[in-house]
């Protein structure tokens, strides 16, 4: 799948995720001080950054995406604010208490150990910062439960790796994060299998 995920998925991804801009604008809005983006793919998130987020550090393992991602980067209005590395979430190459801020926006269903990349993401983010989160995740509904676990296998291969099936809330709650300022949505701008979303901020207690 290498020539498919180098050159076919990235424009994929950036048109099947299009119709969240708005969505990704209005949370990203909250990121401030030293930012930390998991899996920030083609960069299609960094234009959103209000001058807030003083530094911007972001990861992503596929180096295809990673090098589409400087190249974004590099076009943008204060460059030197973005440090982009090669990494998987989970292990950051990051010190304890190091952000106030984590983006996780549509990559937890992509991360192949959710359990270690949430304990790694409380590690290097300070006591009181937030996770600003955007994940599409498992259905409320039975009836679409059924049909994401029965599409999930084919799902996963042709978008490399991602998964319908995640629940993201459990998953950070198990972490110690404070659900209140997220909500679980229905996304009138994504389609039946991937509209309900987790969006808002999960705080770190101090």
Known sequence: ??????????????????????????LLAQASGRVLELGVGTGANFPSYTPAATEIHGIEPTPALLRLARERAAGLPQPQRFTLVE?????????????????????????????????????????????LVLEHVASHRPGM??????????????????????????????????????RHWHHPALPGLMAEVLYGSATLPG
């Open 1 to 26: 799948m290498g020539w498919y995920e180098d050159h076919i998925f990235p424009p994929l991804l950036d048109w099947a995720t299009r119709p969240l801009e708005r969505t990704r604008r209005e």
């Open 145 to 182: 439960q059924r049909l994401q676990r029965g599409i999930n296998p084919v799902w996963r291969r042709l978008a490399c790796g991602c998964e319908l099936t995640r629940d993201t809330a459990a998953l950070l709650r198990r972490h110690g994060f404070d659900l209140n300022d997220t």
């Open 87 to 131: 990494a998987g979430a989970e292990a950051l190459p990051y010190p304890d208490d190091h952000f106030d801020s984590v983006v996780a926006c549509l990559v937890f269903c992509t991360i192949p150990d959710t359990e270690a990349a949430a304990a790694e993401i409380a590690r290097v983010l300070r006591p009181g910062g937030k996770v």
